[in-house]
């Protein structure tokens, strides 16, 4: 096993006793005197993954990106997602992805008329149309669906192709989800970047000393996920 490299600040504190010139092995000074070193590893090894993040919702200023971890030896990830769609990819050092999960949801939603909740798919399209370079949306293209009116956009989305949108419908998730989707449309957009339903895992290799990092990105809603890793 390679072991991670680890990086060392030290922080000097003088105390706030003020020193009378006699004794300078005093406790009272003694004690009030210290040299603190701060370990902390750069790099980790997947099989030291194991955590859960509730409520994390990561912002634009940071790529969307909810959790970054560099990594020193190959193994295999999974990330449960649930209900909202989260991405997972591993990154070399050059940035380039090397494994990838896409956007992705593990559990089902509540809402039995649709496949996709359409406050999650107005979410992601909102990036591809405001922010199309942005990392989180990178090598995303086979996800991105193209439509020749709004209705076919949301018949793609539901499970029931019966089912009419009511005025009276009340589920935020739904009508706030299609209100967005509207909006994008009226301003022109008529491509929109969707999530799938899968588990979700990466596999990687430690190549010729190369390093990793995972990434995760989270740009819908109080996402909770969990990630466990396993070495090679």
Known sequence: MKFATVDVLIKVRVGDVKWDGKNNQDNK???????????FS???S????????????????????????????????E???GTIPDRMVIRDNSNNIVSDTGYFSDSMHQYKEFIYVPSYVASLSEILKNDPSSESIEGLDEN??????????????????????????KRGEIINGIKKLKELWDSGQREFLFYTLKKGNVDFQ???????????????GKTGYSVKGNCD
């Not at 439509?147 to 419908?169: G, P, Q, R, T, V």
């Open 42 to 44: 750069k790099s980790v």
């Open 46 to 77: 997947p099989c030291e993954l194991n955590f859960g993040e509730q409520g994390k919702v990561a912002s634009k200023e940071h790529n969307y990106i909810s959790y970054e971890q560099e990594l020193d030896e190959g193994g295999s990830i």
């Open 144 to 169: 991105i669906k193209q439509f020749d009116n709004f209705n076919e956009l949301l018949n793609f989305m539901k499970k029931d192709k019966n089912y009419k949108i009511s005025s009276h419908e």
């Open 79 to 81: 990330i449960k997602s």
């Open 206 to 220: 430690n190549q010729n000393g190369k390093n990793y990092k995972v990434v995760v990105y989270s740009p819908i």
């Open 29 to 39: 000074y003694v004690n009030d005197q210290y040299v603190k070193l701060d370990l």
